[in-house]
């Protein structure tokens, strides 16, 4: 049984560290520093400037994207869309007063937090003005794709 056990043992070792070599693998195949079509459309470009703005204020260089501790995740592009609708905000007192932040539903779909409420989509957002920013920002970031 001691001997079964043992075999048994080494060949999920082997397995793993089968695994884990085609990991390392499939990790090489995308070389993230060039502009190639391997690489995710939203990969290829550089973040828009409001990202960059904000990562170098707050000593980060220049990221993908801006995430802040305490702060929901959710997908790149989307964190750089809030990065510019917060921009926006930033500019217009009435706006300034709403905090936002866009999450990742267990669906993964989006959520927008807005003074600590959820809501499922722009359409259920609870002011107007906010809306239209919000959309002219989605139309900021495709035109600068």
């Known amino acids: ?18 695994l884990l070599a085609l990991v390392f693998i499939k990790a090489n195949q995308v070389n993230l520093t060039e502009k190639t079509d391997t690489k995710p459309e939203w990969m290829q470009a550089m973040p828009p400037e409001e990202t960059v703005k904000a990562t170098l204020a707050e000593g980060e260089g220049v990221t993908l994207y801006n995430h802040d501790e305490g702060e929901k995740l959710a997908a790149p592009f989307a964190e750089q869309i809030e990065d510019i609708l917060r921009a926006k905000a930033e500019n217009d007192p009435y706006l300034k007063s709403f905090d936002i932040d866009f999450g990742t539903a267990a669906d993964g779909g989006l959520e927008i ?22 959309l002219q920002a989605v139309k900021d970031w495709n035109s600068r794709k």
């Not at 049984?1 to 089968?18: R, Y």
């Not at 359409?123 to 809306?131: F, Q, R, V």
Request: aromatic fraction near 8%; glycine fraction near 12%; proline fraction near 2%.
């Open 1 to 18: 049984m001691s001997m079964f056990i043992l075999v048994a043992g080494v060949v999920l070792i082997l397995i793993g560290l089968g």
């Open 113 to 134: 937090w807005v003074n600590g409420t959820k809501y499922d989509g722009v359409a259920s957002l609870p002011d107007e003005k906010l809306k239209e920013t919000l």
